[in-house]
DNA sequence: CGCGCGCCATGTCAAATGACACGGACCGTT
DNA sequence: AACGGTCCGTGTCATTTGACATGGCGCGCG
């Protein structure tokens, strides 16, 4: 049932990876793992740093580290997943389909998010998560998840914080749809990937690298393809947003946050699991 | 910035209060506290029993009671709350607005809900809750709120639970928004408020006595007042949801899932807290 | 009773968005 | 060089949805 064909916008393929900070992409597979003293989130903006107990204790939670190239599935909508991930590198989309093949892309996840929390618990998944860059997550074996809790009640707590602030992000998706017209929702996912990849050091030069199709945004906005294309063109001749196939550029995200009617804090530390 | 009146929807105003279960009202305040052995969540359908050690902490941990009546506020978007609370009767809705007075209404939130998951990380509210029927609710203070992971993981883990499942119900409403045309976004709200119904034992026959404008109804799926009368009309007519101000009836439940495109599991049990 | 008010219904027209069709740029493969 | 694939742009028209105006109905209230 999750795999019709027949959408009105075409699916994704898999298309030339972009990392999105130049680290130099390697082989598929589940090989070298990097032991957790020098994993790559810490020390990036926008991640509060773990302190050594907890260290430690992830590193002997974590099972193994895992590569997926970009259009390569992560989840399976339907299935059950026997692993919870954390992000490490690169962006994932997790999106749910309808029957008759309509697609609503949820959230776009970034460096330090967690993935398949769902799975965790044991429930069939209801949306599918897919690589939009080359990507490396950290994985768990779900098993052990309860003894998370058990042993450590300060990672458990930031488990809750992290579910919390996923929801929050739903919220604000929530909002754009429900309220904001066509060229508000796109100024909105615009400030909204920029101001995340900030946060997680993937934005240089005020330019977001990453190659979102109009396919993708569109199905994320709840938009037509050709809409979400004259809106985009619009929004560029505005100056508000800049929005090519591999780039994102917002020059004034002030104007932009104004335009979409954006408020509250955009930078929230996020905790380390 | 949060009470911008000039909205092109009306505000709610208090109203006949209806009680979801038939129970008679009492005057306002936070009196007449209940033993939580004999916590009316306990036994209803959907909930999962908790076990004895459980309930005694959490009675610990309990602080208060608290009453509202329709159309009161129970917390304000651009506050901070400094309690954590469980719905114990009644039905809230969590809604945001824009600073041009625009609302998109969030969730529903039903007996056994969490509220204010997002103030007990001392994070500013992005939403304001208010009550939709006379309700009751549980209060924790905020700042024991850690406590709980320490000496009590199976209630910490029940927590992330709630706040994933809380979570999953964003994103089916996001599909919706998204996706689903207006008459279908009607037929799926109309199965979920009906299917969070049975499960906190508040349907009748088929029927969910519960109050909601369609004012309310255009601010939660994103219509126009007058496109949501139109539509509903046709639902109507159609014989798929009867809708009033005062009851929702959705006379073939797998009828209108199916016209929704809606699919998987209805009923999951909630976990005690 | 007459009034104001919240709510629902409906008519008419306008605006936003979607559907379909086509062309063109780019790029990897043969 | 020709081909097929993906993606973006644009023209034309259809459909959905929204805006505005108006009336009716029930209900609490002085």
Request: hydrophobic letters at 40%.
């Amino acid at each position: 049932m999750a795999d019709s064909d027949n959408a009105k916008t075409t699916r994704p393929f898999a298309q030339a990876a972009v990392l999105p900070d130049g680290a130099a992409p390697q082989q598929p597979g589940s090989g070298d793992r990097v032991p957790c003293r020098q994993c790559p989130l810490v020390g990036r903006r926008g991640l509060a740093p773990p302190d050594e107990g907890q260290r430690a204790w992830i590193e002997s939670f974590k099972s193994s580290e895992v590569r997926f190239a970009r259009g390569e599935q992560v989840l399976r909508q339907g299935g059950r997943a026997t692993r919870l991930y954390t992000l490490l590198e690169g962006v994932l989309i997790r999106y749910r389909l309808l029957e008759d093949g309509r697609r609503q892309i949820v959230n776009f996840l970034f460096p330090g998010d967690l993935v398949g929390l769902q799975a965790a618990f044991d429930a069939e998944l209801t949306h599918s998560v897919e690589a939009m860059t080359e990507a490396r997550l950290c994985a768990f074996p779900r098993d052990r998840f309860f003894d998370l809790a058990v042993s450590h009640p300060k990672l458990s707590f930031d488990l809750t914080w992290m579910a919390a602030r996923e929801e929050a992000a739903l919220e604000d998706h929530l909002v754009s749809l429900g309220q904001r017209n066509a060229q508000e929702r796109l100024a909105y996912l615009a400030v909204f990937l920029v101001q995340r990849g900030v946060a997680t050091g993937v934005v240089r030069e005020g330019v977001l690298r990453l190659t979102v199709t109009q396919s993708q945004i569109a199905d994320m906005l709840g938009l037509s393809l050709v809409h979400t294309n004259r809106s985009l063109q619009s929004l560029r001749r505005k100056g508000l947003v800049d929005w090519t196939l591999s780039t994102i550029a917002v020059p004034d995200i002030e104007a932009a946050r104004s335009f979409a009617q954006m408020d509250g804090d955009p930078y929230i530390p996020r905790p380390y699991i």
